[in-house]
């Protein structure tokens, strides 16, 4: 298993552009996640996926969409990248019990100049 | 509003001394709770959970945590720290929702 994927690992947009980042996992979850990590802080919850065409708002949803047309996939896109959206992002999944652990990507480090 | 704390940003040990790194939780019913690491540029891994019974977990690396419900804490332990264990650490607690704390970076002095 290849467990969870990020693409890409890393990214320089200029204001305003847009862009998607990609987020796969092979482990059959049906919850998915994505937070960001900004400097010397913690996860920030963006959006999360209970399972296949259903998403939900976390933390700090504001700048963000995000899809869920498969199991598999969990795509996170910015339109309209700010400065404020330099962050690393990360892209988590679960078994969707509470006591099961999230499994993480290696994360996705944006750089909006 | 429900939290994780972990009160030291950082924590500093010698190498071969044991570590604690600590971690109370202000959430209602009895939550779940786990420890993941974070190696530098690296994403978020799995340490240790606590579900439910013995108080003292057992988890990767040689790690451990303490549980104590009236306290609500869930520290975490080693009795012998190593360079390698040096990195960031977040502890986190879920009733239908994650909560996660801010992360305790720990250095370990060779």
């Known amino acids: 298993n290849a467990g969870v994927t990020q693409t890409p690992k890393f990214r320089i947009l200029k204001i305003g552009q847009s862009m998607t980042l990609q987020c796969t996992q092979d482990m059959n979850h049906n919850y998915m996640y994505w937070y960001r990590q900004d400097p010397g802080m913690g996860l920030k919850l963006i959006y999360y996926s209970v399972g296949a065409g259903i998403t939900d708002k976390g933390e700090v949803p504001n700048g963000y969409n995000v899809s869920r047309s498969t199991t598999e996939d969990f795509p996170l896109r910015l339109e309209l990248a700010a400065p404020s959206q330099t962050s690393v992002y990360f892209c988590a999944s679960t078994t969707g019990t509470g006591q099961n652990e999230q499994f993480f990507g290696p994360g996705t480090r944006l750089t909006v100049l | ?110």
């Open chain 2, 1 to 110: 509003a429900q939290s994780v704390a972990q009160p030291e940003d950082q924590v500093n040990v010698a190498e071969g001394n044991p570590l604690t790194v600590k971690c109370t939780y202000s959430v209602s019913g009895n939550p779940y709770l786990f420890w993941y690491v974070q190696y530098p540029n690296r994403g978020l891994q799995f340490l240790l959970k606590y579900i439910t019974g013995d108080n003292l977990v057992k988890g990767s690396y040689g790690f451990e945590a303490e549980f104590n419900k009236s306290q609500t804490s869930f520290h975490l332990k080693k009795p012998s720290a190593l360079v390698s264990d040096s990195a960031l650490y977040f502890c986190a607690a879920n009733n239908y929702q994650l909560i996660w704390g801010a992360g305790t970076k720990l250095i370990i002095k060779p």
